[in-house]
């Protein structure tokens, strides 16, 4: 009898010691990924009543979860190295709603104008709503 109990004890030990634990799929983190998605467009925007220069374009959710407050920066640099920073301007996409995965969303950012000369970087941060 002794002998069985020890059986049982030791296959119940290299059991748990082969544990690899059952990954739950509720567990996943889920994250947003809001990418510039086509053209970054210069020029007048708004409508005829208050049309003013500055930028139009559209970012799009690339991840799997639902990202929010989103904004985009561009820089308006005078030179290749970007060692003088001339504008910045920043759009709101969705008016900081909520962005769901595979949603296209346009922007609006207004700006100084400059002419197409000047070097253009473009920064988009969001926070991740984890689902």
Known sequence: MKIKVLILGLIFLVLIACDKGIENPYSLKLKANIVLDGALNEGYIGDWTT????????????????????????????????TT????????????????????????????????????????TWKDAGY
Do not use: H
């Open 51 to 82: 049309s003013t220069w500055g930028f139009a374009g559209y970012v799009k959710n690339i991840g799997n979860g639902i990202g929010f407050d989103c904004v985009v920066e561009l820089q308006r640099f005078s030179d290749p190295n970007k």
């Open 85 to 124: 920073l001339i504008d910045t301007a920043y759009g709101f996409p969705a008016n900081m709603g909520v962005i769901a995965p595979g949603q296209r969303v346009r922007f609006e950012a207004a700006a100084v104008e400059l002419g197409y000369a000047a070097f253009i970087e473009v920064k988009i």
